[in-house]
């Protein structure tokens, strides 16, 4: 992923897909990933797919993935939660040096994708940057692994 259009585009995806599918966005995004639907389709594809509205890439990509996995539709998109999300992953490529791909899986594996999911603890009325800070402090090992 080269630009931060690519990173908001991807992410929106990610949530309208979560509750497209039933799904959390992190499994919406280990989907989209095993899938191959991120870097075989919706990168390459990005000038064409960022044109097209919800509901079109809502049945494009279910199509695409449920040739690899199976999902379910049930549509509710969380806005707030999407941009905390989106921010969260730009600071943490720009604090620690890595592209948007890596910071997204990194953010996507951890424990604070799945607490903002929840919406535990009211952590997602946090800081971005202090959730990213939180993140890089208290879950090391995503970043180790990344750098395998």
């Keep these: ?50 044109s097209l509205g919800a509901n079109v890439l ?4 279910t199509e695409y993935v449920r040739e690899r996995d199976e999902v379910k539709f049930n549509v509710k998109i969380d806005t707030y939660k999407e941009r905390l999300e989106e921010r969260i992953i730009a600071y943490l490529a720009e604090i620690r040096c890595v592209t948007p791909d890596e910071a997204m899986d990194i953010y996507y594996r951890s424990r604070l994708s799945r607490q903002i ?12 940057k202090y959730l990213a800070n939180d993140l ?9 692994e990344s750098a395998d």
């Design 1 to 50: 992923m080269s630009t931060r259009k690519e990173l908001t585009f991807v992410v929106f995806l990610i949530h309208i897909l979560a509750a497209a599918w039933g799904k959390s966005p992190s499994e919406a995004y280990s989907i989209c990933k095993r899938s191959g639907a991120l870097h075989d389709y919706l990168i390459p594809h990005y000038e064409v797919l960022h």
């Design 58 to 61: 809502i049945e494009d990509l």
């Design 136 to 144: 890089v402090e208290n879950e090391p090992n995503l970043f180790a």
């Design 117 to 128: 999911d929840q919406g535990l603890f009211g952590i997602e009325n946090m800081d971005y």
